[in-house]
C-alpha cells in the first residue's frame, strides 16, 4: 500500500486543496504542473474512495410497516424519492 492510499480522507482532502492552490497561482513549470496535476488526480481518487466507503457504512434508522424500527442503508436516491414524495402531497 503506498503512503497516499494510508492518508486519512481529511489528510487527503487538505493535500489537495494545497495542490489546486499551487496550480491555481500558475508560477510553475510545465513538469511542475503536470507531476501537481497527477498528484491532485490521485488524491480526488482518494477522496472519493473513502466517500463512497463512508456512504455504504451509513444506516438510516426507519419503521416498517409493523411500525418497528429497522435499519437499512442509506441510499441518497431514497432520500430525494422520499423528499419528492412527501412534497406531491403538500
Do not use: W
Given at each position: 500500500?503506498?503512503?497516499?492510499?494510508?492518508?486519512?480522507?481529511?489528510?487527503?482532502?487538505?493535500?489537495?486543496?494545497?495542490?489546486?492552490?499551487?496550480?491555481?497561482?500558475?508560477?510553475?513549470?510545465?513538469d511542475?504542473?503536470?507531476?501537481?496535476?497527477?498528484?491532485?488526480?490521485?488524491?480526488?481518487?482518494?477522496?472519493?474512495?473513502?466517500?463512497?466507503?463512508?456512504?455504504?457504512?451509513?444506516?438510516?434508522?426507519?419503521?416498517?410497516?409493523?411500525?418497528?424500527?429497522i435499519?437499512?442503508?442509506?441510499?441518497?436516491?431514497e432520500?430525494?424519492?422520499?423528499?419528492?414524495?412527501?412534497?406531491?402531497?403538500?
Amino acid at each position: 500500500m503506498t503512503k497516499k492510499q494510508e492518508l486519512k480522507f481529511e489528510e487527503a482532502l487538505a493535500r489537495l486543496e494545497e495542490v489546486v492552490h499551487r496550480l491555481e497561482e500558475g508560477d510553475l513549470s510545465l513538469d511542475e504542473a503536470l507531476n501537481l496535476h497527477e498528484e491532485g488526480v490521485a488524491l480526488s481518487k482518494i477522496c472519493s474512495k473513502k466517500l463512497d466507503e463512508a456512504q455504504r457504512r451509513i444506516e438510516i434508522l426507519t419503521k416498517d410497516k409493523e411500525g418497528q424500527f429497522i435499519t437499512k442503508p442509506f441510499s441518497p436516491e431514497e432520500l430525494l424519492e422520499d423528499k419528492d414524495s412527501e412534497e406531491d402531497l403538500n
